[in-house]
């Protein structure tokens, strides 16, 4: 078990209405971190990336900051600009 799941395990034991915002922040925070890295990859700005995308530079950072929920659609758009292919699975 990692450390943040063994926070998430104690939060949510104290007050179980929290697993549902844990697990909202996490998918964000994994989406964020998910965007980041392919755009490091690709060595974009967060401007070139927008560019690419069709969107405003303030909308890739809210993604980067984990301030919305990234549609699946958007997550595609990124992933084409990139020349990537979006791929889900269900666990």
């Known amino acids: 078990m990692s450390r943040m799941d063994e926070i998430?395990?104690?939060?949510?034991?104290?007050n179980p209405e929290r697993r549902k915002t844990f697990d909202q922040e996490s998918k964000r925070l994994k989406t964020a971190v998910m965007v980041v890295n392919l755009r490091d990859e690709?060595?974009?700005?967060?401007?070139?990336?927008?560019?690419?995308?069709?969107?405003?530079k303030s909308t890739i950072a809210r993604i980067e900051n984990a301030q919305v929920d990234t549609s699946v659609e958007m997550l595609n758009?990124?992933?084409?600009a990139v020349d990537k292919e979006l791929k889900m699975s269900i666990v």
Request: aromatic letters at 0%.
């Open 8 to 14: 998430k395990a104690r939060a949510i034991a104290k």
């Open 42 to 56: 690709h060595d974009l700005s967060q401007q070139a990336l927008a560019d690419k995308v069709g969107v405003s």
């Open 77 to 80: 758009r990124i992933a084409r």
